[in-house]
């Protein structure tokens, strides 16, 4: 079996650099439009990036540590790179599509592989309707914000706004507000990976929101539909002892 073709790429760090000259003086790289795989030298930050950078185009993902966090990231060591590829387990994301509309009629569609977040853009709450599949589920959320995130991005800006851990083959998204005054015992919902979301901003001119895709921000916001696109995917790779999985079943048991 032929060996898999890789590429390496990095954040703009001097970690990260430096692991970079490292890793293209030991192994023969290629350029990233040619691999099998690619390797992102960085956090969790440039690994989204890297993700979006590749979305449907081939290439799998194996992220080192070469930032802060690292949650999607594997440890970084520069011995037996390519043994490490070849025992790596594959797993495969499928992104949220954001479908936004403005006041001033610009349609914009953005893609998020964490999360899709409304939130307000001044000192008044934002008054929002949500629509799962086209039944209103509540008429009116005053809130900071509200947000819809994948498994893999539960344990990111959700888990920050107390939304629940979602473990990877769920196959639920979580639905969870911001800083919610009215209702105000509403906590969020789990909904099938097969749901519509609509969110319909109430007073869009006097208390104006944004819409954000992990790195696509939409300035007020009219009307947000949110939905998991299967037809694109991503496919991560993790060392076995370290896989996606079991961090997340990991940070459910964090004290």
């Known amino acids: 079996m032929a060996k898999p073709k ?13 692991a970079m000259t490292d890793l293209t003086r030991r192994f023969d790289g290629v350029p990233p439009e040619q691999a099998d795989i690619v390797v992102a030298l960085g956090g969790d930050g ?11 185009k081939g290439p799998a993902i194996y992220g080192m540590n070469r930032g802060t966090v690292g949650f999607l990231m594997n440890s970084y060591r520069d011995e037996d790179l390519l ?20 006041v001033s009629g610009e349609s914009v569609t953005g893609i998020a592989i964490n999360e899709v977040s409304l939130l307000r853009e001044t000192r008044q709450a934002a008054k929002i309707r949500i629509s799962v599949d086209g039944t209103t589920r509540i008429d009116k ?15 990111a800006y959700n888990l920050s706004a107390h939304g629940p851990i979602i473990p990877i083959g769920a196959g639920v998204l979580a639905l969870t507000p911001i800083s919610a005054f009215r209702p105000r015992r509403w906590r969020g919902a789990l909904l099938p990976h097969q749901a519509h979301v609509t969110f319909e901003i109430l007073e869009p001119k006097k208390r104006p929101v ?12 009219l009307r947000v539909t949110v939905f998991e696109d299967r037809s694109q995917s991503a496919k991560v790779l993790f060392d076995p002892e370290h896989n996606l999985e079991e961090r997340i079943l990991k940070e459910q048991f964090a004290t």
């Open 46 to 56: 440039f690994m989204l990036q890297t993700l979006h950078r590749f979305l449907g």
């Open 210 to 221: 944004s819409a954000v895709a992990d790195n696509t921000e939409v300035r007020d916001a």
């Open 6 to 18: 890789v590429a390496f790429v990095c954040a703009d760090q001097p970690s990260a650099r430096r």
């Open 83 to 102: 043994d490490r590829l070849e025992r790596s387990v594959t797993l495969t994301l499928h992104p949220l599509c954001m479908q936004a509309e403005t």
């Open 141 to 155: 959320l005053i809130c900071d914000g509200i947000l819809i995130a994948t498994p893999a991005g539960s344990t």
